[in-house]
């Protein structure tokens, strides 16, 4: 995979900002917010009813993720020593904490891949922790030297703290769920009757448990096209999942790089010239750029391409589920009878794909999947998930403009699923009318501690989003 270089994103930055001010118009978009529209593009039905709108993730801070363990235990966010302060033992493998901001967990995976010499394979997490978030979370590394060579990252998207050596390997999936710590920006000030309904919801989910659905972030923010990826992939045309991804445009995101999807999609098959297009942006595009480099090698292998990109397909594949699962709960709440579980349909188990059969003959994809052997890294297994999830509610404080809250849920589950039956739910730029842009500590705000230290850490990241915010008007 072309991985992009710290050096090769300040780079981009600063031609982002020239072409910016060349054409401020293609910077340019309305306030995007996740309308009963929007939701029901990925399979959620629901009767939500008024709900007062939130802005999400005005800068990393605002949506805190920290993982738990099996034992209860946390990873947090707060800043600590590279080594472990108990014994670091012996074995075949690295054990430490991941703290990120801005960044996916897989675009961190293949960072240190690249920084440690070590295959991706090699890298374990037991979660994916979204981009536009601050996050804590465990990960394990086989196959690197001695524990010093981790004293030689410096990234402005993470750092590692509390590295011990052990043996085994952090499977995906080994952990008990995760901590949110939530700022909701609201366009306007909740009135005392608003508030007292949200609590009585809140109240509700507390005692009922909320519908599992996945959400938005699911299904690759922002242009919600992971599931007709996924989609593609089943049918087995992977030419189609490739274009696909490589041009299709969508509204939440900038006419700037629709415009260049749109130039890709002209060139089709003219492989250097598209790269030629694309590679001024390596970090925008740099999983497009390790396609269309395959190609340029391989001008008709699209298995191979998509191949290059293992842990996207697995994303997408996924998707493509989630929204099978998600059409499924819609269509079973509306007749009034919900079983607790439903199968995910990625499995050799004819049984799983049942329910699912209806729209497997609308899409027109056969089972088994050809694409379950042409992709031996998707896992595919029997696998049950919860139609009803459960809440760990901690606290809430309401502010004039804002809306802070603490809740843990199992692994799985979303905090925007929750979220979604409080708030019509807002994220990206340019804001709502209304959000504030103030500085917050979520933690601070609901007496859980203090980001000051970490957030210093990130100064670099916070710098630069605070500079997209001002660019985008509001300022």
Do not use: C
């Not at 499995?347 to 027109?364: C, L, N, Q």
């Not at 730029?429 to 203090?450: F, Q, R, W, Y």
């Amino acid at each position: 995979m072309l991985v992009p270089t710290p050096e090769e994103r300040e780079k981009e930055r600063a031609l982002f900002g020239e072409e910016r001010r060349k054409a401020p118009h293609l910077f340019e978009r309305e306030p995007m917010a996740d309308t009963d529209e929007v939701l029901r593009g990925v399979g959620i039905e629901l009767p939500l009813g008024e709900r007062p709108a939130a802005y999400l993730r005005l800068m990393p801070q605002d949506f805190v993720v920290e993982e738990i363990n099996r034992d209860e235990s946390l990873h947090t966010v707060e800043t600590g020593p590279l080594l472990a302060p108990i014994s670091t033992g012996d074995g075949q493998s690295f054990y430490g904490d991941l703290v990120k901001a801005g960044v996916s967990t897989l675009d961190v995976k293949t960072r240190l891949s690249y920084l440690l010499g070590v295959e991706e394979k090699q890298i374990g997490f037991a979660g994916i922790k979204d981009r536009a978030a601050l996050t804590a979370q465990a990960f394990s590394i086989r196959g690197v030297a001695r524990i010093a060579e981790f004293e030689k990252i410096q990234e402005q998207n993470f750092f590692l703290k509390n590295i011990r050596a052990g043996k085994g390997v952090l499977a995906s999936g080994d952990l008990w769920g995760n901590r949110f710590i939530i700022i909701l920006r609201l366009a306007a000030p909740l009135s005392p009757e608003a508030i007292a309904a949200i609590r009585r919801k809140i109240d509700e989910m507390n005692e009922d448990g909320f519908w599992n659905f996945f959400y938005l972030q699911r299904f690759g923010t922002p242009r919600l096209i992971g599931h007709r990826l996924g989609r593609s992939i089943a049918q087995g045309d992977y030419e189609g999942a490739v274009k696909m991804f490589l041009t299709h445009t969508a509204p939440r995101k900038l006419p700037y790089f629709m415009q260049i999807r749109k130039e890709a999609a002209a060139m089709w098959g003219r492989w250097d010239e598209i790269f030629a297009r694309i590679d001024r942006f390596p970090y925008h595009f740099h999983l497009e750029r390790t396609l269309i480099r395959h190609l340029m090698d391989r001008p008709a292998d699209f298995l191979g391409a998509l191949s290059a990109i293992p842990e996207q397909i697995k994303m997408w594949v996924y998707a493509y589920d989630s929204y099978l699962f998600n059409q499924k709960l819609s269509a079973l709440i509306k007749t009034g009878t919900v079983p607790m579980e439903l199968p995910l349909a990625t499995s050799f188990d004819s049984r799983d794909w049942e329910p699912y059969k209806e729209y497997f003959a609308e899409d027109g994809v056969a089972l088994p999947l050809r694409a379950w052997k042409d992709f031996p890294f998707v896992r595919v297994d029997s696998r049950m998930w919860p139609t009803l999830q459960n809440v760990r509610f901690h606290k809430v404080e309401f502010r004039r403009d804002l809306a802070v809250f603490a809740f843990s849920l199992p692994k799985g589950a979303y905090a925007t699923s929750y979220l979604m039956n409080l708030f019509t739910l807002s994220s990206g730029l340019p804001l709502l009318p209304g959000i504030s842009t103030d500085a917050i500590d979520a933690k601070a705000v609901l007496g859980l501690g203090a980001l000051a230290e970490t957030l210093a850490r990130f100064r670099t990241v916070l710098e630069s989003r605070e500079e997209d915010i001002a660019a985008s008007g509001l300022e």
